[in-house]
Every structure is written in structure tokens, then in C-alpha cells.
């Protein structure tokens, strides 16, 4: 996947809203978001079918992960796939925790990645490049792509970080229509510039939508099997009332709830 927008508690009562592309050669094999169990958690998470690895995912525990490539020209086969990496910080209770296994690893075991943990209070990201950096997230517009997070020197990066912003700064019932919009985006520099990607036998394989509420009612999962410049995003959500997961209390605060 190349392009994560999240917008991590942009307001009291949503924790967080996420905005996936995942670019990756045509041919190889993927299965949409489904519910798995994966060791003692339960996730909901689409599924590599090459690695058997996943992209992004949401646990029974509110924890949510992404993974992002990283350039690299010469991709060692012989590492361990980093689409493992999601399914190991979705067996962890916490973003917390997540965050500490990540720091973790150890070095030149894997190809570069950036990698998004969030359970709606805290959220981090893991740069690994040879060896593991792992920051913790203020707040705010994120974009995770195949740069470093939300680094403005990255063409790409910056014009999805001013879109991104834009969108979270109007009303807020049309927070995932505009990530939508932006997902939908072919603005940019050369064919991997844009937010939805056409380059021959590589390109944009699927888009998800994620919002995280303290209104379970207002909770959504959408997700596009194909570009979502011409593919209709599904409406998942009852997957995703399936799933326990921390709620929101009126105050703020993190409660222990159930999509149910």
C-alpha cells in the first residue's frame, strides 16, 4: 500500500479516520477485508495471498494497523515479508505496544517499510530503514506514503497532506466523502504521483475507507476491490459492527464497547 491518510482524533468523539490506496502489481493475488482470527485476536483485515500477510487491519481491541513500502531497488527475497509485520502489531492489545515490539525489531531483517499503529488514543508510526525509528503521533492530519510520514519535501506527500487538511477541516459529516475525493485523485508528478496510480501492470489495487466513532451508529468501513477512481467502494460496515472494539465516551475518554 503507498498511501495512508489518517487523521488521528481530529475531534472528541472520533478517534480516528482512515484513508488507504494500496498500489501493487495487477497480478498479484489479494482477498478483501473478511474476519480472521489471528492467534488469541480476532481482525478484520483484507489478506496477501502470495505472503499471506496483510496491508491494514483493525483488531477486537481498537488497534489498527498499516504498512507502506519504502523505496528499495534491490528488495532482498530472502526477508521476511512486511505484510506479517501488520498481523503481529494486530495481535497486540495497545498501539502502545504495538509501538514497543516495533522498536523491537531487529536490524536489516526486513526491506523498508513505514508502519501506522493507532487504538484512537495514542498513534505511532515505525520508519525501518535497515533498522527500526519508531515516533509517537500528535494529533492531527497524517499522511504515511513511501517517503518519510508527512514529510512536505515529498511532492506527493504534501499535496495529499494540504488536501487532507482541507477535507478535515470542513463539516465533519463529510469527513470520508472528501477522503474519498482525494483517494480518487490523479493529480500529481509521473505515473506514481497521483493518489489513485495507472502504470501498466502496476497501479492502485484498492482503496478503504475507516471511520472509528464513539457513535457506533456512525462507525463505516467501505472498501474498493479495483482503482476507486472507477470502482465502487462496498459499504462493509457490518463487518466492522462484528467487531468489539474500544468506543468513545462523551467526555473523550476511551471506554470498552462494542460495535454490536
Known amino acids: 500500500m503507498c498511501t495512508l491518510i489518517a487523521l488521528h482524533r481530529p475531534y472528541p468523539r472520533v478517534p480516528l ?7 501493487e502489481y495487477l497480478d498479484r493475488p489479494a ?10 485476536r480476532r481482525v478484520l483485515a483484507p489478506r496477501d495471498l502470495r505472503a499471506g500477510g496483510t496491508w491494514l487491519g483493525l483488531n477486537d481491541c ?4 498499516a504498512l507502506t513500502n519504502r523505496p528499495n531497488p534491490k528488495p532482498d527475497p530472502a526477508r521476511r515479508s512486511r505484510g506479517l509485520l501488520v498481523l503481529d ?17 531487529p536490524a536489516r531483517a ?8 493507532s487504538d484512537g488514543e495514542d498513534a505511532f508510526v515505525a520508519v525501518y530503514q535497515d533498522a527500526p525509528r519508531v515516533t509517537e503521533l500528535a494529533p492531527g492530519v497524517h499522511v504515511i506514503g513511501n517517503a518519510d510520514p508527512d514529510d512536505r519535501s515529498a511532492p506527493k506527500i504534501a499535496r495529499l497532506l494540504d488536501a487532507a487538511e ?5 463539516p465533519r459529516e463529510w469527513w470520508l466523502e472528501g477522503l474519498a475525493a482525494v483517494c480518487r485523485g490523479h493529480d500529481g508528478e509521473g505515473p506514481l504521483g497521483a493518489a489513485c496510480v495507472h502504470h501498466g501492470g502496476y497501479g492502485t489495487r484498492s482503496s478503504t475507507l475507516l471511520r472509528i466513532d464513539g457513535d457506533p451508529a456512525r462507525s463505516e468501513l467501505r472498501f474498493s476491490d479495483g482503482p476507486p477512481c472507477r470502482t465502487d467502494l462496498r459499504d462493509l460496515t457490518p463487518l466492522l459492527h ?3 472494539h474500544p468506543g468513545v465516551a ?3 475518554g476511551a471506554q470498552v464497547g462494542s460495535l454490536r
Do not use: C, I, K
Open 17 to 23: 479516520l482512515v484513508a488507504a490506496n494500496r498500489d
Open 31 to 40: 482477498a478483501g477485508p473478511a474476519l480472521r482470527e489471528h492467534g488469541a
Open 62 to 65: 481498537g488497534v489498527f494497523a
Open 89 to 105: 502489531a494486530l495481535a497486540q492489545p495497545t498501539a502502545g505496544r504495538a509501538a514497543e515490539a516495533l522498536a523491537a525489531l
Open 110 to 117: 526486513y526491506n523498508p517499510f513505514n508502519l501506522f499503529v
Open 166 to 170: 482541507r477535507v478535515a477541516a470542513g
Open 242 to 244: 462484528e467487531l468489539p
Open 250 to 252: 462523551a467526555d473523550g
